[in-house]
Nanobody, 119 residues
Framework: QVQLMESGGGSVQAGGSLRLSCEPS????????KAWFRQAAQKEREGVAF??????RYADSVKGRFTITKDGVKNTISLEMNSLKPEDTGMYYC??????????????WGQGTQVTVSS
């Protein structure tokens, strides 16, 4: 069973940067949808960055600050996060899935990596 492993989380001050990486633990991850989600304490999980059928999009809250990329050779997904804000604090998850029925369905997830931004 394919699983994803995130790395790169940590604690930074506001205005700092972090780079998250996601790689499969076993076989290559398939799917034409890749994304990063996050969940803050006592809040619902939200998607922040997506590569879906070749198109990139971001949540408004991170647009201009976060960059999602994928490496087809290494089969990794990365999230470059700049100008971090305290409200970016949360557990970050990478996910993969397939597009069908009009939207991406994410069925492969990582365990998450914690990002903490202090003011």
């Amino acid at each position: 069973q394919v699983q994803l492993m995130e790395s790169g989380g940590g604690s930074v001050q506001a205005g700092g940067s972090l780079r998250l990486s996601c790689e499969p633990s076993g076989a290559a991850v398939s799917g034409n949808c890749k994304a990063w989600f996050r969940q803050a304490a006592q809040k619902e999980r939200e998607g922040v960055a997506f590569i879906e059928r070749g198109e990139v999009r971001y949540a408004d809250s991170v647009k201009g600050r976060f960059t999602i990329t994928k490496d087809g050779v290494k089969n990794t997904i990365s999230l470059e996060m700049n100008s971090l804000k305290p409200e970016d604090t949360g557990m970050y998850y990478c996910a993969a899935g397939w597009f069908y029925g009009g939207s991406c369905k994410y069925d492969t997830w990582g365990q998450g990596t914690q990002v903490t931004v202090s003011s």
